[in-house]
């Protein structure tokens, strides 16, 4: 394997795992007031979803479903489309907990045989920015990057202001991987010529991101600047900038970054997997804690299934035709999801206790 191959398969193994350990952290403060979180489950330094142990969710999920389509699609955005389509259909048949309203919509529209084209609902939430950061880890070509990043969005989201969340989240992830030290301005720059005069907003929020970063204050304060005293929503223009602001503030320091974004409150699980996405695409698998890695307990998409996925997805890339993508048993994903949803529900409840 040539240099720049080896570059792309850690920066592939590293956001998929760097994703999946942002998500299982974030999950279970999910929902709870950054004032309360502290207080109700203590500091956010390691797994409090299932005695000490983590699960991923849609975040990881669909992070590795987009993985399994560029394998398959060999650079044709079409085929893309059809096959990460057809994951998303039977993705929303095994009952995933917690999908999102519009991704949830989207997924009936293409059971009922709508055309993936059409197949998205008008909405800024954030799910295509928690799958984004795949393509920044592992497209070299920017033009190919682009219509990738907005098929992907416009699958499940017809609103602007998504697609420029998650070519802001992507660029990212290819910024932290082609470069050794981030110049922030030199992002924004990239991102503002891609999306143009359309996402003016986006762009003086991500400007607003800059400034405070260059002031040192911290991604908790930043947030609350944005009025988003009690979490960050999944709006993607909070969801975006916020976890913008913890990249550039820990751009080689994973474990930092994803512990500060969770701090924030709100939607964290979501928001510690992009930030997760974007420096692990940097630091690559060693740069995450072995504790997080051997922490999580997934099955049938273990952390050796999900190394093995970006592999592959680097050797594809890297011209092999010969490569297939890992897949998963169905039956093994519905009853892995019933475990999952009996243990969102216990914290639901427990969230009704004190303290609060």
Same mark, same amino acid.
């Given at each position: 394997?040539?240099?720049?191959?080896?570059?792309?398969?850690?920066?592939?193994?590293?956001?998929?795992?760097?994703?999946?350990?942002?998500?299982?952290?974030?999950?279970?403060?999910?929902g709870?007031?950054?004032?309360?979180?502290?207080r109700?489950?203590?500091?956010?330094?390691?797994?409090?979803?299932?005695?000490?142990?983590?699960?991923?969710?849609?975040?990881?999920?669909?992070?590795?479903?987009?993985?399994?389509?560029?394998?398959?699609?060999?650079?044709?955005?079409?085929v893309?489309?059809?096959?990460?389509?057809?994951?998303l259909?039977?993705? +929303?048949?095994?009952?995933?907990?917690g999908?999102?309203?519009?991704?949830?919509?989207?997924?009936?529209?293409?059971?009922?045989?709508?055309?993936?084209?059409?197949?998205?609902? !008008?909405?800024?939430?954030?799910?295509?920015?928690?799958?984004?950061?795949?393509?920044?880890?592992?497209?070299?070509?920017?033009? +190919?990057?682009?219509?990738?990043?907005?098929?992907?969005?416009?699958?499940?989201?017809?609103?602007?202001?998504?697609?420029?969340?998650?070519i802001?989240?992507?660029?990212?992830?290819?910024?932290?991987?082609?470069?050794?030290?981030?110049?922030?301005?030199?992002?924004?720059?990239?991102?503002?010529?891609?999306?143009?005069?359309?996402?003016?907003?986006?762009?003086?929020?991500?400007?607003?991101?800059?400034?405070?970063?260059?002031?040192?204050?911290?991604? @908790?304060?930043?947030?609350?600047?944005?009025?988003?005293?009690?979490?960050?929503?999944? !709006?993607? !223009?909070?969801?975006?900038?916020?976890?913008?602001?913890?990249?550039?503030?820990?751009?080689?320091?994973?474990?930092?970054?994803?512990?500060?974004?969770?701090?924030?409150?709100?939607?964290?699980? @979501?928001?510690?997997?992009i930030?997760?996405?974007?420096?692990?695409?940097?630091?690559?698998?060693?740069?995450?804690?072995?504790?997080?890695?051997?922490?999580?307990?997934?099955?049938?998409?273990?952390?050796?299934?999900?190394?093995?996925?970006?592999?592959?997805?680097?050797?594809?890339?890297?011209?092999?035709?010969?490569?297939?993508?890992?897949?998963?048993?169905?039956?093994?994903?519905?009853?892995?999801?019933?475990?999952?949803?009996?243990?969102?529900?216990?914290?639901?409840?427990?969230?009704?206790?004190?303290?609060?």
């Amino acid at each position: 394997m040539n240099c720049n191959a080896t570059v792309n398969r850690d920066a592939i193994v590293g956001c998929i795992l760097g994703t999946a350990v942002g998500d299982a952290l974030g999950l279970p403060y999910e929902g709870v007031a950054s004032q309360r979180a502290p207080r109700f489950l203590g500091p956010p330094d390691r797994y409090r979803f299932f005695f000490g142990r983590g699960m991923i969710s849609d975040d990881t999920e669909h992070t590795c479903m987009v993985a399994q389509s560029l394998i398959e699609s060999h650079g044709d955005v079409d085929v893309f489309v059809k096959r990460f389509a057809s994951r998303l259909r039977w993705w +929303l048949l095994a009952l995933p907990a917690g999908v999102g309203k519009a991704t949830a919509r989207s997924g009936i529209k293409l059971w009922l045989g709508v055309n993936p084209k059409n197949a998205g609902v !008008y909405s800024a939430g954030n799910g295509p920015a928690m799958r984004a950061a795949i393509f920044g880890a592992a497209i070299d070509d920017g033009s +190919l990057m682009m219509k990738l990043v907005r098929a992907s969005s416009r699958l499940t989201h017809s609103d602007p202001k998504a697609e420029f969340g998650a070519i802001a989240v992507a660029l990212a992830a290819k910024h932290s991987r082609e470069h050794a030290t981030v110049d922030a301005n030199q992002w924004l720059d990239q991102v503002a010529d891609v999306i143009g005069d359309e996402a003016n907003e986006l762009i003086d929020l991500l400007r607003k991101t800059l400034e405070s970063v260059d002031r040192g204050e911290c991604t @908790t304060t930043f947030a609350k600047s944005l009025g988003l005293n009690k979490g960050v929503t999944g !709006y993607t !223009y909070h969801t975006v900038p916020t976890a913008i602001h913890a990249w550039l503030s820990h751009p080689n320091d994973l474990q930092k970054a994803v512990t500060t974004m969770i701090r924030c409150g709100g939607d964290a699980d @979501t928001t510690a997997a992009i930030v997760g996405g974007i420096v692990g695409t940097k630091v690559g698998c060693d740069g995450i804690p072995n504790a997080w890695i051997a922490g999580l307990r997934e099955w049938p998409r273990t952390t050796a299934w999900m190394q093995h996925l970006g592999e592959s997805l680097a050797e594809s890339i890297a011209g092999n035709p010969t490569i297939s993508a890992p897949k998963v048993n169905p039956i093994a994903v519905l009853l892995r999801n019933l475990l999952f949803l009996l243990i969102v529900l216990f914290h639901g409840f427990r969230r009704l206790a004190p303290p609060y």
